[in-house]
C-alpha cells in the first residue's frame, strides 16, 4: 500500500466533527446517523455561550474557531460547522485555517432550495446574525439573479424551542407574525436557516401551508458530507467496527443530554469542556 493510500485509510477511521452553538446541531448528528451510519461523530455544543444570533460576527467567528480547534484535537477528517450563524459568521475564514475540510450549511440549502423552487420566490428565516449577513441571499443570488427572495429574522423561534414552548397558543401567535409576510410573498420554498427551526417544523408547515416547501439545511448537509468523503477516499469502512459517538458542551451537560436523547432516541453522555 503507498503513502497515499495509507494515509486515506487510516483517516476513514477517524469520525466527523460537528459544531453548534449549542443542542440544534444534533438535527445534523441525527441525519449523518441515520444516512451515513458507519460515521464516528465528535459534536461539540457551545452551550455556555448560546444564543450565537444576537452577537457580532467577529465574536461569533472566534467562537467557533475555539470549537473547531477542540475538535482537531479529536483527530477528525472532516467538520461539519451546523450552526447557520456560525456559517454565516465566516465559513471561508474557517476554511482557509483549517486542514480539514469545513463545511457549512448555507450552501447545501440553497443548492435544495434553488431545485424546489417552481416559482424563484425563495424564503429565508434565520437568526439576526444569520439574516443579518445577507449570506444566504448572497448565495441564492449569486446562482439566480432573477430570484425574488424575502428573508426575516426570527428571533423567537430560539427561544421557543429552548423553553419547550413549541406546542403553545403563544408560539403559534408568534409563528404567524413571523411567516404571514413571507406567505403574502407568495414564497413556494422556504429555508429553515437556524438548527433549532427543524424542532418546530410541524408549526412552521402549518402556518405557511402545504404549498411551500420547507428546506432542512441539516438534511441537505449530509449529501454534502457524503459527497466529500466518497471524493477523499474517506468514508469509514462498513467492516470497521462499532461506531463512536463522543459529545462535548461547554455548559451544563444534562439539559443537552436530556433533548440530546429525545432528539436521538438513544442515550447520551456528554462532557463539560472549558473552551
Ligand atoms: N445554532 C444557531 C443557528 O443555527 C441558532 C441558535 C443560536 O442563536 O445560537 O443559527
Keep these: 500500500m503507498n503513502s497515499l493510500n495509507k494515509e486515506k485509510l487510516i483517516n476513514s477511521h477517524k469520525a466527523i466533527g460537528v459544531i453548534d452553538s449549542g443542542v440544534g446541531g444534533l ?9 451515513l451510519p458507519h460515521e464516528s461523530i465528535v459534536y461539540f455544543g457551545d452551550t455556555a455561550r448560546m444564543p450565537y444570533g444576537p452577537r457580532p460576527n467577529e465574536e461569533v467567528r472566534r467562537f467557533t474557531f475555539e470549537m473547531i480547534e477542540f475538535l482537531q484535537h479529536q483527530e477528525v477528517k472532516l467538520i461539519v460547522v451546523a450552526c447557520n450563524s456560525a456559517t454565516a459568521a465566516g465559513l471561508s475564514y474557517y476554511q482557509q485555517v483549517c486542514e480539514q475540510p469545513v463545511l457549512g450549511v448555507i450552501e447545501p440549502g440553497v443548492r435544495a432550495a434553488l431545485a424546489y423552487s417552481q416559482n424563484n420566490r425563495i424564503g429565508v428565516i434565520g437568526t439576526a446574525g ?19 427572495i424575502v428573508s426575516r429574522a426570527c428571533p423567537l423561534f430560539v427561544l421557543l424551542v429552548e423553553n419547550n414552548l413549541v406546542d403553545t397558543p403563544e408560539a403559534r401567535k408568534v409563528a404567524h407574525e413571523y411567516l ?14 437556524c438548527t433549532h427551526y427543524p424542532l418546530m417544523v410541524d408549526l412552521i408547515q402549518e402556518v405557511t401551508g402545504p404549498q411551500v416547501k420547507l428546506v432542512n439545511s441539516a438534511e441537505e448537509i449530509v449529501t454534502e458530507v457524503e459527497g466529500n ?5 474517506q468514508q469509514n469502512p462498513l467492516n470497521s467496527g462499532k461506531t463512536r459517538y463522543r459529545f462535548f458542551v461547554s455548559g451544563n451537560p444534562h439539559p443537552f443530554e436530556e433533548v440530546g436523547y429525545k432528539m436521538l432516541q438513544r442515550e ?5 469542556v472549558q473552551l
Excluded: W
Excluded at 441564492?140 to 430570484?147: E, M
Excluded at 404571514?180 to 436557516?193: C, F, V
Excluded at 447520551?268 to 463539560?272: E, F, G, L, R, T
Design 27 to 35: 438535527t445534523v448528528v441525527k441525519e449523518i446517523s441515520r444516512c
Design 130 to 148: 444569520t439574516i443579518g449577513s445577507s449570506e444566504y441571499e448572497k448565495t441564492l443570488k449569486k446562482n439566480n439573479g432573477s430570484l425574488h
Design 268 to 272: 447520551i453522555k456528554a462532557y463539560q
Design 180 to 193: 404571514d409576510p413571507l406567505s403574502d410573498e407568495n414564497i413556494d420554498t422556504l429555508i429553515l436557516g
Design 229 to 233: 468523503l466518497i471524493a477523499s477516499g
